[in-house]
């Protein structure tokens, strides 16, 4: 059983999505980052970065239990102990990684702080704003190259598409008009046509609030957030 630490976020997506591809048993944990649950002292245990997602595998790899934080190595020991979307041939598996690694050092980092000057900064800062903008269409220009010369980043479906993905649903909040882009709007349709990504998707969606109000703004982005726990 895979004990799933997580909240309706890009990166706890990717999980999700992971988890409902592959079939392994799980279950949800919500990790309301909003209320700080992220600082209690037995989630820190098994993810010391206080950050959402993480897992705990009671059969991990030698039979106990293992537990892991950071989304992108999550992925890759699903993928491992499932034997599916990771390519099996060398090759293609290292096409795979390195577009994990494009999401995880690019994608999400920057697409994440245009959403965060254009929509939640106290003040409007044009120079981030245009900056953060900027790379965001610079990556899905990167995204539209790769994805005419394939159907998928890796050339198969795999947690390449499962990371990537999750961060382009609010491309609008980034300054992205997916129009622009067909190749990637191809691959967006076709990626959220797949029911394990729909269901993915719903989980703990019920959770989050429309709204973001002061409390969880400040645990967010304030002083909460950078103090030693």
């Known amino acids: ?48 970065n206080n950050k959402i997602p993480a897992i705990v595998d009671s059969d991990g790899p030698d039979g106990k239990p293992i537990s892991l934080f950071e989304s992108g190595a999550i992925l890759i020991y699903l993928a491992g102990k499932t034997g599916h979307f990771l390519p099996q041939d060398v090759r293609g598996k290292y096409v795979a990684l390195e577009w994990l690694m494009f999401q995880m050092g690019g994608v999400g980092p920057m697409l994440g702080q245009a959403h965060h000057f254009r929509l939640y900064a106290p003040e409007k800062i044009e120079y981030a704003i245009n900056r953060y903008s900027n790379e965001a269409r610079r990556l899905y220009g990167v995204m539209d190259r790769r994805l005419g010369e394939v159907e998928y980043f890796a050339g198969e479906y795999s947690i390449a598409d499962m990371a990537i993905f999750p961060w382009t ?61």
Not at 2 to 19: A, R
Not at 22 to 48: H, M, T, W
Request: aromatic share 10%; hydrophobic share 35%; with cysteine.
């Open 1 to 48: 059983m895979i004990e799933l630490y997580s909240w309706p976020t890009p990166n706890g997506h990717k999980i999700h999505v992971m988890l409902e591809e592959c079939g392994l048993p799980y279950r949800a944990n919500a990790v309301d980052i909003g209320a700080g649950d992220q600082f209690e002292s037995a989630f820190l245990k098994i993810s010391p």
């Open 169 to 229: 649903r609010s491309h609008a909040n980034q300054g992205v008009d997916l129009a622009n882009y067909p190749n990637v709007k191809r691959w967006y349709d076709a990626v959220g046509a797949r029911p394990a990504v729909q269901r993915g998707l719903k989980l703990l969606s019920d959770r989050r609030k429309p709204l973001m109000d002061d409390k969880a703004r400040e645990t967010l982005f304030g002083a909460t957030q950078y103090a030693r726990h």
